[in-house]
């Protein structure tokens, strides 16, 4: 059985950073690619960045320069690094690992950021 696990949301102030972990327990596959999603009240679920198996990284124009996505030394964790946050950051941000031509997700971990 698939899980993924985020951790490391919270409260922050503006301008501050926080890292958010998430690690794939459950299976010998090799994971394809992971992710973050951000959802904030109101608003659909919205890709925030993208890491592939060869390393190639994606992220919305929303978080580019600010947002740094990376693999663990093993391969089932991702990490997403966030600096100079903002207001608008404010959401629970998902996880989601593509393992086998199926999409697992996490349970979410709020980040919200606020003075």
């Known amino acids: 059985q698939v899980h993924v696990e985020e951790s490391g949301g919270g409260l922050v102030q503006p301008g501050g950073s926080l890292r958010l972990s998430c690690a794939v327990t459950g299976t010998d596959f090799v994971i394809d690619a992971m992710g973050w999603y951000r959802q904030a009240p109101g608003k659909p679920r919205e890709l925030v960045a993208l890491i592939g198996s060869g390393e190639n990284t994606n992220y919305a124009d929303s978080v580019k320069g600010r947002f740094t996505i990376s693999r663990g030394s093993a391969e089932n964790t991702v990490y997403l690094q966030m600096n100079s946050l903002k207001y608008e950051d404010t959401a629970i941000y998902y996880c989601?690992?593509?393992?086998?031509?199926?999409?697992?997700w996490g349970q979410g971990t709020q980040v919200t950021v606020s003075s």
């Open positions: 989601n690992a593509a393992v086998y031509y199926q999409s697992y």
